[in-house]
Nanobody, 116 residues
Framework: QVQLVESGGGLVQPGESMRLSCTPS????????MGWYRQAPGKQRELVAQ???????NYANAVKGRFIISRDNDKNTVYLQMNSLKPEDTGVYYC??????????WGQGTQVTVSS
């Protein structure tokens, strides 16, 4: 199992920005795609964004144009820059790492709360 260490998260007001980080315990080049799911209270976990080995990205419609996922190979880290945050972005964000249909690991989850 690949260990994924997440950082970031916390409480922000609507319209503000926040960045999440996720660092795997193996070389990022050995992972086909990484990203984040989120789970709001009483709702199912949903895919937020993912980035593939050669930087192809995919976003949920709800975050397109506001969130940016990127990877820094030198720091072996994937980032999720979240801009123009809305209350409906509130939830626990889980970093993941996949190779095809194989899930390599999950992060511990980080709480993001958007509230005035």
């Amino acid at each position: 199992q690949v260990q994924l260490v997440e950082s970031g998260g916390g409480l922000v007001q609507p319209g503000e920005s926040m960045r999440l980080s996720c660092t795997p315990s193996i070389n990022i080049f050995d992972i086909n795609n990484m990203g984040w799911y989120r789970q709001a209270p009483g709702k199912q976990r949903e895919l937020v964004a993912q980035i593939y080995k050669f930087d192809t990205t995919n976003y949920a419609n709800a975050v397109k144009g506001r969130f940016i996922i990127s990877r820094d190979n030198d720091k072996n880290t994937v980032y999720l820059q979240m801009n123009s945050l809305k209350p409906e972005d509130t939830g626990v964000y889980y970093c993941f790492a996949h190779n095809g249909d194989l899930t390599l690991g999950w992060g511990q989850g980080t709480q993001v709360t958007v509230s005035s």
